[in-house]
């Protein structure tokens, strides 16, 4: 019953509220049944609007249960996240730009939703194999672009000297990305910023 009515809550102005207990049961409000993680990843791809809190507390848990859902994913199924992409990421933390990161994410990801819209508004369905892997290499490019650009100036240096001292050609999709106008304007800006950035802690 659980699996069956997780996702059948009507459209809403607010979010379906999710409870989870200290036996780690999660609780659809909206449905008044138990729930699992893989239910609230099914939601999540209809487009379903939930927060989850804590039973106890009433404190809205919802980041940390989204970021269990990717491990799931991650660890079950086909990985989509590329390891230095979590490298670079996982350097952010603490860096003096991480509370930028959030929104040039964000940014990606629209940027990512948008091209897949004009993809299949064009050919009028899904988009093919290659079509779809070649605009996820130029928005993953686009992240990536902004990892590097917003690290400390001495470890772009090291990366800069790792490079240079490698024979192994760049791989073809920062290539391709790095002809798009978005990213060329995107990696402009952002260096800038780290201009200042440097010059005032100077």
Do not use: C
């Amino acid at each position: 019953m659980a699996a069956e009515d997780a996702g059948r809550a009507e459209p809403r102005a607010e979010p379906i509220v999710i409870k989870k207990y200290a036996n780690r049961r999660l609780y659809n409000t909206s449905t008044s049944s138990y729930i699992t993680l893989d239910d609230l990843s099914r939601m999540t791809r209809e487009g379903l609007d939930f927060r989850v809190l804590d039973a106890k507390t009433g404190g809205d848990i919802t980041h940390s249960i989204l970021t269990q859902i990717i491990m799931e994913e991650e660890s079950q199924g086909e990985q989509m996240l590329p390891i230095s992409f979590l490298r670079q990421l996982i350097a952010m933390y603490g860096n003096s730009m991480q509370a930028m990161m959030p929104s040039y994410l964000e940014a990606a990801m629209d940027n990512f939703r948008q091209n897949q819209r004009k993809l299949q508004d064009s050919w009028g369905a899904t988009p093919g194999t290659d079509a779809f892997a070649k605009m996820a290499e130029t928005n993953m490019a686009m992240i990536q672009a902004a990892a590097e650009a917003f690290m400390p100036p001495a470890a772009r240096a090291s990366r800069a000297a790792d490079a240079a001292a490698t024979s192994v050609a760049p791989r073809a999709p920062v290539q391709a990305a790095a002809d798009n106008g978005e990213l060329e304007l995107l990696k402009a800006q952002m260096e800038a910023m780290q201009k200042k950035l440097d010059e005032l802690g100077k």
